[in-house]
């Protein structure tokens, strides 16, 4: 038995000579050093159990990884190791099946169904020992196996340098998984990402021995998978038309081929990742019902969505209707074999059902008396279909106001509430609360996050995040299958902002669902965040340094033509580094330890490190006398903290780019606290325009337009309070430029002292939203 799976040996035989003739010079003279970084080893998720022994491995180019079985799954877990191991070390394996003539054995991967590894979960589980003389990595299955190559991947990922010879310390590592379902939700109707990106997050999951891609396949804005019998769904389902205030915006959308969807089912089975498709039902079918309005309630033909919220199109309850979604089903089985099949069930607005004559006979002849308990036979109808194809429902948490069958699992997204009630009916759970569980939610304060829901949700929220709900018994406990972040992708609508959103608090999470609770330590955790950070920026992986980013805090000083300076960062970890003279900083510059005071004006930059590491990148800062009497919209305040629906959206700016703004959307008001206004003689507001695109169901009587008298509406601006008489008012029509962006001078009366000034736009519609983008004061 002799395997030819030599795994890219010796790309160049130039290369291959120098190669060798350095690997002989270091290892013969034993001088390779040992890395520093291996103190607090850079492992994510912790492992139940490492210990360090004394001693190093010398790994080198070349070097034999033998496979001690003929499984095949096993040798695709081995061949993969070595691919990863060579793109990111740039470091080549020769992978092998064993074979007695064969000696030489640097790495082996044992394939053992009786090993023993004590634990819960054995067959995720793996030991793994880097001893002096060889690497051994030994597991029940091939995703334990796969889950161990993992760790050894990070264990020789430590200091990111290419290198062709590496000293591994020694170590024994016995491991296996907390919770089974360690997931993440993508949402790709809301935007759509191509096949490739999502083999990419496959890959980064997996990565972080992440095993659940729930994959959010349809919803009001698009319907992305299709299904044969029934081609509208993705011809015209799939497809939508953007709102925009000046017309003409191309069409917006797309869908996944059946071929592409088995691709990404395989590649993720390769990776440990099950894949469960989501088929929203009863609500969230607008893009359904644009295909086939026969499928309504209403009799009305609705485009596909341009609109965020929720919206009121139902499936109506008909034979028929039924009948296409088990044909939608029998198809959705076939491409996806994993166990479960997520159903929605999500704020399902009951209004048309309510409204409907037909919809309220056909109650009336089935014994329904309420709205609720009509979706609790529509999930209880579909999930007697599932589970006589052996498929078990997964939904939102709603599914449980109607009844449910015993064998659903629930989704716990309004809070913990819904899982805890499920697990006490005995039902199975996933924990995907929101807020915390929320990844469209920002990580941070920081102006320059990418759109998303405020309040931020941050990495130290994400670790300290407990799946398992205070109040359950021991049995109940037990229902908990593990949880999942979401990303919803409303304005996650580029590959770049679906990975900044994602990591690194999936590396947190990973670590959450992992780890035994008593491995798990904030410090530890972000002491390993360096060379994470480092593994990211090899793999091509867009990731937020929110945690670490240097917040800058400027104040006019005491002494005249100076700034008082405060640096923070989120987590309070890190070296902050700083230069004035304009170059980027090092792990050399004068480092910040208190506050600054520094002479007008200044270029400060600042970056953020860890041991020579970087953690955060260079933030630049021009501070001018001028500089210090501007905010932006993330700087001011917001007339109705706490309340409203708040949320940081992409608008227009200056050159003809996308800046992002803060802004309340039920009532779009600003502050800028305590302003001299006898030293300041006009204010320039920058401002954006755009679409109105939420449909806000019951929340819609909450917006305020206020009481504009020009057509085109007016910003206003008034002392102390938001509303009575006006310091001034500024009509808006005919503003903006091509782009709907727009700068806005206001004078301002002499000798009125301090004050806080409100901004209001006020107009006499919803649309166009009328959004600050920044606020300068000028002064006399
Ligand atoms: C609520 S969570 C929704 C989604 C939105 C999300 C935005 C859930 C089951 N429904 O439709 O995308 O909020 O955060």
Request: glycine share 8%; proline share 7%.
């Amino acid at each position: 038995m002799h395997a030819s799976v030599r795994v890219r040996i010796f790309r160049r035989n130039l290369r291959t000579c120098t190669l060798a003739l350095a690997t002989l010079l270091l290892v013969s003279c034993q001088s390779v050093p040992l890395h520093s970084g291996y103190k607090t080893p850079s492992l994510i998720p912790m492992p139940v159990a490492v210990d360090a022994t004394p001693g190093a491995f010398i790994l080198h180019e070349g070097a034999a990884l033998i496979v001690h079985s003929s499984d095949a799954k096993a040798i695709g877990v081995a061949r993969q190791f070595a691919e990863l191991l060579a793109r990111t070390r740039g470091l080549h394996l020769d992978v092998r099946l064993f074979d007695a003539a064969h000696h030489s054995d640097d790495i082996v991967f044992v394939l053992d169904p009786r090993l023993l590894i004590p634990g819960d979960r054995l067959d995720e589980g793996y030991e793994l020992t880097v001893g002096s003389r060889r690497i051994t990595l030994a597991a029940r299955t091939p995703h334990g196996l796969f889950n161990g190559s993992i760790t050894l991947w990070q264990w020789l990922t430590q200091d990111l340098a290419r290198t062709t010879t590496l000293a591994v310390p020694c170590v024994s590592v016995r491991d296996y998984p907390r919770f089974a379902w360690r997931g993440l939700m993508l949402d790709s109707a809301r935007h759509f990402q191509s096949p490739e990106f999502i083999k990419q997050l496959l890959d980064a999951m997996s990565r972080l021995k992440l095993d659940v891609l729930h994959w959010h396949l349809t919803d009001d804005q698009g319907w992305r998978i299709p299904i044969e019998r029934y081609p509208e769904l993705t011809a015209v389902g799939a497809w939508r038309t953007p709102s925009s205030l000046r017309g003409g915006a191309p069409r917006y959308g797309g869908f996944y081929t059946q071929e592409e969807i088995r691709d990404i089912v395989h590649y993720a089975a390769a990776r440990y990742i099950t894949i469960v498709p989501e088929i929203e039902m009863p609500g969230h079918a607008q893009a359904a019902i644009a295909a086939y309005p026969q499928l309504g309630v209403t009799g009305k033909h609705p485009p596909v969505s341009p609109d965020w919220g929720v919206h009121t199109y139902l499936y109506n309850v008909n034979d028929s209707t039924f009948t296409f979604l088990e044909n939608v089903l029998t198809e959705v089985m076939d491409l996806f074999p994993g166990p479960y099949v997520h159903i929605g069930g999500d704020e399902a607005a009951k209004d048309q059902w309510r409204a409907s004559a037909q919809v309220q006979r056909r109650m009336r002849a089935l014994g329904i008396s309420s709205e609720s308990a009509l979706q609790g036979y529509f999930t209880a109808r579909i999930g007697k279909f599932l589970a006589a194809h052996g498929r078990r429902l997964i939904g939102w948490d709603e599914i449980l106001e109607g009844g449910l069958p015993p064998s659903a699992v629930v989704m716990s997204w309004q809070g913990e509430a819904g899982g805890v009630a499920a697990a006490r009916q005995g039902h199975d759970v996933v924990m995907a609360p929101s807020p915390l569980m929320y990844f469209d939610h920002v990580q941070s304060a920081l102006h320059d996050e990418p759109p998303g829901r405020p309040d931020a949700v941050t990495l130290a929220d994400v670790y300290a995040y407990e799946p398992v709900p205070r109040g359950l018994d021991a049995t109940q406990a037990r229902h908990m299958l593990g949880a999942q972040a979401n990303l919803w992708t409303e304005y996650l609508d580029t590959p770049q902002r679906v990975e900044h959103a994602a990591f690194p608090r999936v590396a947190a999470l990973a670590e959450v669902l992992w780890s035994p609770p008593a491995r798990r330590n904030w410090k530890s955790f972000l002491s390993r965040l360096a060379e994470q950070f480092a593994r990211y920026r090899t793999l091509g992986i867009e990731f937020a340094d929110s945690a670490f980013a240097p917040d800058i805090h400027a104040v006019t000083g005491t002494k005249p033509n100076t700034a008082r300076v405060t640096i923070s960062n989120q987590a309070n970890f890190g070296e902050i580094r700083y230069t004035l003279n304009g170059s980027a900083p090092t792990p050399d510059s004068p480092r910040y330890t208190q506050p600054l005071t520094l002479p007008l004006p200044t270029t400060l930059r600042v970056a953020v490190f860890d041991h020579g590491r970087a953690l955060a990148a260079a933030y630049t800062r021009s501070l001018s006398a001028l500089s210090l009497l501007r905010r932006n919209s993330d700087e001011l305040q917001s007339c109705k903290p706490g309340a409203g629906l708040p949320l940081r959206l992409p608008g227009p700016a200056a050159n003809g780019g996308e800046d992002v703004y803060r802004v309340e959307i039920f009532d779009p008001c600003w502050i800028y606290p305590r302003v001299d206004l006898d030293v300041v003689r006009r204010i320039d507001v920058a401002a954006g325009e755009r679409p109105f695109n939420f449909q806000l169901w019951k929340d819609a009587d909450k917006v305020v337009l206020r009481k504009s008298t020009s057509p085109g509406g007016e910003l206003r601006v008034y002392q102390d309070s938001c509303s009575g008489d006006a310091l001034a008012t500024i009509p808006l029509a005919g503003r903006v430029d091509v782009n709907g962006w727009a700068q806005l001078k206001v004078a301002l009366p002499v000798g009125l002292g301090t004050h806080d000034l409100c901004f209001t736009f006020d107009r006499a519609t919803a649309s166009p939203l009328w959004m600050i983008d920044s606020v300068q004061l000028l002064p006399r």
